[in-house]
């Protein structure tokens, strides 16, 4: 059964769905995106391939889970780490937009360019709205916007939505200073949940190596109508 997905097809102008299942119904109209998400088994990998040509595998999405533990962990002194200021809305975007290039979104090329920017921005622009249990940060270095991090918390986990640094200052240890930040801001939860796709290889190295485990997989479908 299709579900509409109202938030995604508001931000992109496209008639958005999720499915439980890839199936093998007609699509009654174009302007159409539907999303199933299959959890991952390798013996299933033929039979979602061969189920519906229809649909697209766009990629592999990886969950990863750690404690969240502060023994050892001081603030890195060279970084800010700051709730965003409204004021700074458009430049977090503008960070957002010029370093995030791994999204189910940016993987399915099929969809226009234009329409993902139009989602990423909805996106960001979302934390804005101060709803109950979405944050959103921005990181400083020398009083300069560098990065932002924007998280939901869920029950006793914090989620990493997303997660940008200027590529300018990759390789400098920016990364792993807001991860540490991010458990001193919220010390008494359990975990920190975060979710890529295994085509960002470096993503993957940097959450292994700062102790992330892997918990699931999913098979990522897209069917897409112009």
Not at 12 to 29: G, P, Q, Y
Not at 82 to 106: A, G, H, P, T, W
Request: charged share 30%; hydrophobic share 40%; with cysteine.
């Amino acid at each position: 059964m299709l579900v509409k997905d109202l938030w995604l097809s508001k931000a992109s102008n496209i008639n958005c769905f999720n499915v439980k299942t890839l199936s093998k119904a007609k699509i009654i109209k174009r302007n159409t995106l539907i999303t199933c998400k299959i959890k991952y088994d390798k013996k299933d990998d033929l039979i979602n391939k061969k189920n519906n040509s229809k649909f697209k595998l766009i990629g592999q999405n990886v969950i990863f889970s750690k404690n969240i533990n502060i023994k050892n962990i001081s603030p890195n002194i060279n970084l800010d780490f700051e709730v965003s200021k409204k004021k700074d809305e458009q430049k977090i975007i503008n960070i957002c937009l010029r370093n995030m290039k791994s999204s189910r979104f940016d993987l399915d090329l099929r969809i226009p360019r234009i329409k993902v920017k139009k989602i990423r921005v909805n996106w960001i622009s979302s934390y804005f709205l101060k709803l109950e249990n979405k944050f959103i940060y921005s990181v400083l270095f020398k009083n300069k916007l560098v990065g932002l991090l924007c998280v939901l918390k869920k029950k006793k986990n914090i989620i990493i939505d997303l997660i940008a640094i200027s590529k300018k200052y990759n390789g400098k240890g920016f990364g792993s200073a807001i991860i540490d930040n991010l458990q001193l801001q919220f010390p008494k939860l359990k975990n920190i949940i975060v979710g890529t796709y295994k085509k960002n290889k470096k993503a993957m190295l940097f959450y292994k190596k700062y102790g992330f485990k892997e918990i699931k997989t999913y098979n990522v479908f897209h069917y897409y109508e112009k």
